[in-house]
């Protein structure tokens, strides 16, 4: 998982009906973003600080409205692929 901090964190259905977390800088810009490409279903919310991705999840898991089974799914799900991505990038080994 990289560094980055994030100020919005939400989630948006794709115009092919996939439902996906969504990180940001901005409130205002990322919606206008995600409108203008057909997504639906916008829920995005300011975080109180700035916070890494799974600072982000974990606050969002906590929210009223964001307190679902399925915003839930969705991100022990990111959070479960990005933790895997990092847990299986090869391991230096020791020479015996």
Not at 36 to 61: I, S, Y
Not at 70 to 76: R, S
Not at 78 to 94: G, K, Y
Request: aromatic content about 6%; overall charge positive; proline content about 5%.
């Amino acid at each position: 998982m990289d560094s980055k901090t994030y100020k919005v964190v939400g989630i948006s259905t794709t115009p092919a009906g996939i439902t996906k977390v969504r990180f940001a800088q901005d409130l205002v810009s990322r919606i206008k973003t995600l409108v203008m490409r057909g997504h639906t279903d916008v829920k995005l919310l300011e975080t109180p600080q700035a916070m890494n991705k799974q600072g982000c999840l974990t606050w969002l898991k906590s929210q009223p409205g964001f307190d679902t089974p399925q915003v839930k799914l969705l991100a022990d799900q990111f959070l479960t692929r990005n933790h895997q991505e990092t847990a299986t990038a090869p391991m230096a080994t020791s020479a015996r």
